[in-house]
């Protein structure tokens, strides 16, 4: 008795993929457009931008970990950065950036947080803060000590994210 397998996409299928196996979900698979639907936020981080591929690349070096090329281990970074970071007293830890360009994340080594309300006609989905005003003002000390701990853990940075901002729904 043959056994009936599931249909491409239905719920019982949790490994339907609509996209080949070597290949990320394309930027239009999460929309980018405005849809002037207002929402609120009530926290906002800033901190160091590391960029995918180099989390990836640390924690290869770092653990030896080689993790798939379709970013489905992705939170393996996240988790074990935080952990050090943690470990190290910076207590807001490391969190998720969107990306524009793919549906995977990079990593923000969080050095403030805000709470606050903070409304907005964001795309959906998309995290970033634009309205210039809601924007955090600039470094923090926090940033250097931060800087100088990812050198140590040989993790680059590309850009600080604290005069962009992050809409952020953790709680820590």
């Known amino acids: 008795m043959a056994t009936e ?3 491409p996409g239905s719920l019982s299928d949790v490994t339907y993929n609509p996209f080949p196996d070597d290949d990320v979900f394309p930027p239009w698979y999460r929309s980018q457009a405005a849809t002037g639907r207002k929402r609120t936020n009530y926290q906002m981080i800033g901190g160091l931008h590391i960029p995918n591929e180099e989390g990836v690349r640390w924690l290869n070096e770092s653990f030896g970990f080689d993790l798939p090329p379709d970013h489905s281990m992705d939170a393996s970074v996240r988790m074990n950065l935080e952990e050090m970071l943690l470990d190290e007293g910076f207590r807001f830890g490391c ?48 940033e250097d000590k931060m800087r100088e701990e990812l050198k140590r853990l040989v993790v680059e940075t590309s850009f600080i994210y604290g005069e962009l901002g992050l809409f952020s729904s953790s709680s820590a």
């Open 5 to 7: 397998q599931p249909k």
């Open 95 to 142: 969190s998720y950036a969107q990306r524009r360009d793919a549906v995977y994340h990079d990593f923000l080594a969080v050095t403030q947080k805000e709470r606050g309300a903070w409304t907005h006609t964001n795309p959906d989905g998309v995290d970033e803060v634009l309205i210039e005003e809601h924007k955090m003002k600039g470094e923090t000390a926090q």
